[in-house]
């Protein structure tokens, strides 16, 4: 069956650090990928998202993130975090079929410390 | 910018009773899906709705559950005789006609069954 792991469950940083994300997912054919991001008490908002083209995407609030077809990968990052990034993230994939169903990662809490 | 909205936001409600929940999607949209996540667990794919009809289901989604658009603006999830296990957030979300079309979230619902 169709999976994605994330592989950091908790992470903590401090303000500027940098972070990287590892998300892995095991299905051969067409995806397509997202990261959602869940502030608290908030809805799951989408940070970016791939459907094809430039494997590295570009989303919101400095996030960036690269599909490594190879490695079936699609890890987020973000050079500096504030402290306002402060949430849960989720790596999730559709399939190639058009009724879109999202496959969820169990998500990674990242803490940033002022 | 449009949002998909769910009530209510918390349902207490005993074993055995019959619960609704309800979603307004984003009017423009044509895709529907209903999502849970059981506390510590991930997001879990419960069903898909297009063209007032199911287009797919996860085997978590069965005879207990149903799904209806009765009015062209709600989206409800109806769970006729709630078991202890179906304690859990649960997100409705939609998104638009277009394959390259990310789905939006509601802020969930958590529904607690005593």
């Known amino acids: 069956a169709q999976s994605v792991s994330q592989h950091n469950h908790h992470v903590i940083l401090s303000e500027a650090a940098s972070l990287e994300l590892g998300c892995n997912y095991s299905?051969?054919?067409?995806?397509?990928l997202f990261w959602y991001v869940q502030y608290p008490g908030q809805h799951l908002q989408l940070l970016l998202k791939?459907?094809?083209?430039?494997?590295l995407v570009k989303g919101i609030k400095g996030f960036e993130a690269e599909f490594i077809k190879s490695k079936f990968s699609f890890n987020l990052r973000k050079p500096s975090v504030q402290w306002s990034d402060t949430a849960e993230y989720f790596c999730a994939v559709s399939l190639g079929s058009n009724t879109g169903k999202l496959i969820f990662g169990q998500g990674t809490t990242l803490q940033v410390k002022p | 910018e449009p949002e998909v909205t769910q009530t209510p936001s918390h349902q207490v409600t005993q074993m055995g009773q019959e619960v609704i929940l309800r979603c307004v999607p984003i009017s423009n949209h044509l895709y529907f899906y209903w999502y849970r996540q059981i506390l510590g667990q991930k997001v879990e794919f419960l069903v898909s709705f297009y063209n007032n009809e199911i287009s797919e289901k996860s085997e978590i989604f069965d005879d207990q559950f149903s799904v209806e658009r009765p009015d062209g603006s709600n989206f409800t999830l109806k769970i006729r005789s709630t078991k202890l296990e179906d304690s859990a957030m649960y997100f409705c979300?939609?998104?638009?006609?277009?394959?390259?079309?990310?789905?939006?979230f509601g802020d969930g619902t958590r529904l607690s069954i005593l």
């Open positions: 979300a939609s998104r638009g006609q277009a394959h390259n079309q990310p789905q939006h």
């Open positions: 791939y459907f094809s083209g430039d494997p």
């Open positions: 299905y051969g054919g067409t995806v397509n």
